[in-house]
């Protein structure tokens, strides 16, 4: 169902594609009608050159409501002209030269107007179909000679590649469109928008899947609880705005100090959870003290700004829920907070 937008909305990605690709199509219409036009004229067919006529201004105007963004008005002016077209032409000429073929075409294409229902849509598709059946039941027996004649074989070989091509180009442009909102679609469930680490929800598939991979390899996990120090007056003195830029700095240095296979995750505010894979608390705790350092001599945002983290670290085993390995983690980065901020805290060995 169509969904009525704001006055002030701008077309979304999709309709802009739409809207570039029949914008392309139109200007090959439109070139194309001017050939005809001029090559009727020198034959002396002057009821299909004053067609052509027609044509032009209908794709024209066509091209005028596309940059008015009104593409499904622009697609029923589309539908209309060719159908019009292809019965003056065939009616004049007969069918040997395939000026049939065009009502195909369009009858793809009227399916891309999202303003019409998908039933009227595929009825009006439908019925171009079925002029193009009743065009070879009314006109098979025209037979009008001219000048070229003799070329029909080729022209009609013409006329049906001309119809191919902005079906293959726009049923191609359709798969590009879906690839790209597939991922794009993919990107906004999995990550949080402001930093593209992971959000905390799809974190959680990623971690289960990575817990079953340390049981069936028993590989070592660690976990971190990373928390930006005095985040709060960051905001107060430098403003909200600088705030988020200092969080996305921070997610770029996190990315730096983990590896393809580590998930790391914005887990709340200014909280941050690391799960590295593959690694024991002692690596664990020799790349955290990495990242801590590389953090605290950081300059922000040209802002002469210094930021420090703290840190938690707690070791996963198969045996530990995984909440509550993320809990030690937790209470660790608490204990880094309590000593004095900027520093590094594991989780007792006793109670892993
Ligand atoms: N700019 C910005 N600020 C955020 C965002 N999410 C949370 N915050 C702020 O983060 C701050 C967190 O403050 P607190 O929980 O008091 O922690 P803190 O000031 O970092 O203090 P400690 O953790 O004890 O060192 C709050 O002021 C939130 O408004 C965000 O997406 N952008």
Redesign the pocket.
Known sequence: MATRQHYFSQPDSVEQVKIRLFKQLAYYCLGLHCLLLVLFWYCDILILALVNIGSVIAWSLGIKLLHQNKSHLALRLFCMEVTLHSIFVCATLGMDYGFQYYLWTIASLILLDYQLKLKIASAMALSLIVTFALLFELFSNVDHRFLFSELAPFIHFINVLICAIPSIYTIGHIREVTFSNRYQLAQLAAKDP?TSLFNRRYAKELINNAQENCINTSQQLTIIMA???????I??KFG?????D??IEVALKINKYTQESDIAVRW???EFLLVLVNCDLHHAQERVECLRRDIAQHIFHNHELQVTM?FGIAQWYPALPFRIAVKLADDALYMS?AQG?NRTTSAPLKAV
């Open positions: 402001l928390d930006i120090d005095h985040f709060k007056n905001n107060d909200h705005d600088i705030g988020d200092v969080l709340g505010g200014e703290s907070k901020r």
